[in-house]
C-alpha cells in the first residue's frame, strides 16, 4: 500500500507557442520511507510530476491519492494534514525564504501556524532544528541574503523538517550549488531520510547525484518526454540499462569517482 500515489497524469500546458504535454499517463507510488530518485533531462516534466504529486498542480486527468483519499478533493483537517506531511523543497532556496524575514521569524511562522511550540519553547526548536541540519544556532537572526546558499538549503530542509513531513520532495536542491557542497547536502538527505524514517523523492538531471543518492538499492525513475520509461534499482538501472535513452544517457556520463 503506498502512502502517496499517482495514477494516469496527464499535464498539458497552453502557451502562445503551442501545447506541452508536460506528463503524459506517468502513475508512481511511493511507500513509506522510501527514496526514489527521479532522473531526467531538463523539460522531461519532473517538476511537472512532483508538483503533481504534491497536491500542488491539478492534473488534466489521472488522480493522486494520499492514503487512499484524493488529494484535489481533501478538506479541513484531512488537507491540513496532507500538507503538513507532503513538503517541497525547491531548486532555489532564496526564492523560498521571505527575504524581509530572519530565518527565525520564517521558522516562526510555520511554527505558529501549525501551533508547534509557544513562547520560549519557539526558540528551542529553532535550535533544535538548525542543529539537525549542522546549521550554528545564532544564524537564525539573520535574513536569507546573509547566507549562503548552502546554508539556505539547509534551512529550507529544516523548516520542512518541523512539520515532521511524512514525505520530503527535493527538486534540484543542489543544482545551484558548488560541486563541493554538493555531496555534503545528499550527506545529509540521507541522514534525515535514515533519522526521521520519511520517504525522500529527490529529483535530479544529474546521473552523478542520482547514483550517490540511490547507492545500489535505491529506486530510480527515469523520465523522458513527458513519461516514465524505466525504472527499478539503481544497481541495476545503472549497470545494465533497458531503455535505448536510458542508454544513452549512462554511457554519456563519465564517473568522476571511477
Ligand atoms: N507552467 C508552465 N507553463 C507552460 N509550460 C510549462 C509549465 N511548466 C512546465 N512546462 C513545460 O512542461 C515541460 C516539462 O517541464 P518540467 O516539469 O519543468 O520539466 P523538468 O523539471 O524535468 O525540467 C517542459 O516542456 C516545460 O517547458
Ligand atoms: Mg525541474
Not at 516534466?45 to 503533481?52: D, E, P
Not at 530572519?102 to 532544528?129: C, H, N, P, W
Amino acid at each position: 500500500m503506498y502512502i502517496l500515489e499517482g495514477k494516469d497524469l496527464f499535464v498539458k500546458f497552453r502557451t502562445r507557442r503551442g501545447e506541452t504535454i508536460a506528463l503524459d499517463n506517468v502513475s508512481l507510488g511511493i511507500s513509506d520511507n522510501e527514496s526514489i530518485t527521479v532522473l531526467g533531462e531538463s523539460g522531461s516534466g519532473k517538476t511537472t510530476l512532483s508538483l503533481v504529486l504534491a497536491g500542488a498542480q491539478k492534473p488534466n486527468k489521472g488522480e493522486v491519492l494520499y492514503n487512499g483519499k484524493n488529494v484535489y478533493k481533501l478538506k479541513g483537517k484531512e488537507y491540513k494534514e496532507f500538507r503538513r506531511s507532503v513538503q517541497y523543497i525547491m531548486q532555489n532556496p532564496y526564492s523560498s525564504f521571505n527575504p524581509f524575514k530572519t530565518i527565525s521569524k520564517s521558522f516562526r511562522t510555520v511554527i505558529s501556524q501549525y501551533k508547534l511550540a509557544r513562547g520560549e519553547e519557539m526558540d528551542k526548536l529553532i535550535d533544535e532544528y538548525l542543529k539537525m541540519v549542522n546549521l550554528d544556532p545564532p544564524i537564525k537572526d539573520k535574513y536569507p541574503h546573509q547566507l549562503s546558499g548552502g546554508q539556505l538549503q539547509r534551512a529550507s530542509l529544516a523548516r520542512a523538517l518541523l512539520l515532521k513531513p511524512k514525505i520530503i520532495f527535493a527538486d534540484e536542491i543542489v543544482s545551484m550549488l558548488d560541486a563541493s557542497l554538493r555531496v555534503e547536502i545528499i550527506d545529509l538527505l540521507k541522514r534525515i531520510k535514515e533519522e526521521n524514517k520519511i520517504s525522500v523523492i529527490l529529483i535530479t538531471h544529474d546521473i552523478g547525484i542520482a547514483k550517490y543518492f540511490s547507492e545500489d538499492y535505491g529506486r530510480i525513475v527515469v523520465m523522458y518526454k513527458g513519461k516514465i520509461i524505466e525504472e527499478g534499482l539503481a544497481y541495476e538501472i545503472i549497470k545494465s540499462p533497458k531503455n535505448e535513452y536510458t542508454k544513452s544517457l549512462m554511457e554519456s556520463y563519465l564517473d568522476p569517482f571511477r
